[in-house]
């Protein structure tokens, strides 16, 4: 099992590194799954349009696709996050931007998961998973 963090951009340095991971696999063991490989990249608006239009046909901008290579009960798969989309959120959202970026990954991670956020039942759920994720890091970042 591994959880690896990179970026293509030289001003964003994730902070928590260690701390993160643990949480991030507290998460999948609390969902009653083993921790796989997840590896998250970080990247910009551009680069992750481009994927989105590349390999899911969706020409618009967003925060995180989750590419799931999940087998079994492993999680498992890869997390591109956008920088960029995250701070635009956490501004417009009025929250701290670690906090948006923290949300994210615990979004992607629920996907491998298995949780879905098409519907507006599925969005509601995942939320509550964000939220619970949220108050857990707490304890591995203080």
């Keep these: ?3 690896t963090f990179q970026s293509q951009l ?20 609390g969902e009653k799954k083993i921790p796989g490989d997840i590896n998250f990249l970080f990247t910009s608006d551009e680069e992750l349009l481009e994927i989105n239009i590349k390999y899911l046909n969706h020409n618009t901008y967003t925060d995180i696709i989750t590419f799931d290579s999940s087998f079994g009960n ?7 996050i956008s920088v960029d989309r995250v ?13 948006e970026l923290h949300r994210v990954m615990a979004h992607g991670v629920m996907h491998l998961c298995g949780y879905k956020d098409k519907t507006k039942v599925q969005s509601t759920l995942m939320r509550k998973k964000e939220d619970t994720a949220l108050k857990k890091l707490k304890a591995f970042i203080s």
């Design 1 to 3: 099992m591994a959880i």
């Design 87 to 99: 701070r635009d959120n956490a501004a417009k959202f009025k929250v701290d931007t670690a906090e």
């Design 10 to 29: 030289s001003a964003f340095n994730l902070k928590h590194k260690q701390a993160l991971r643990k949480w991030l696999s507290a998460l999948v063991t």
């Design 74 to 80: 492993t999680v498992a798969g890869d997390i591109m």
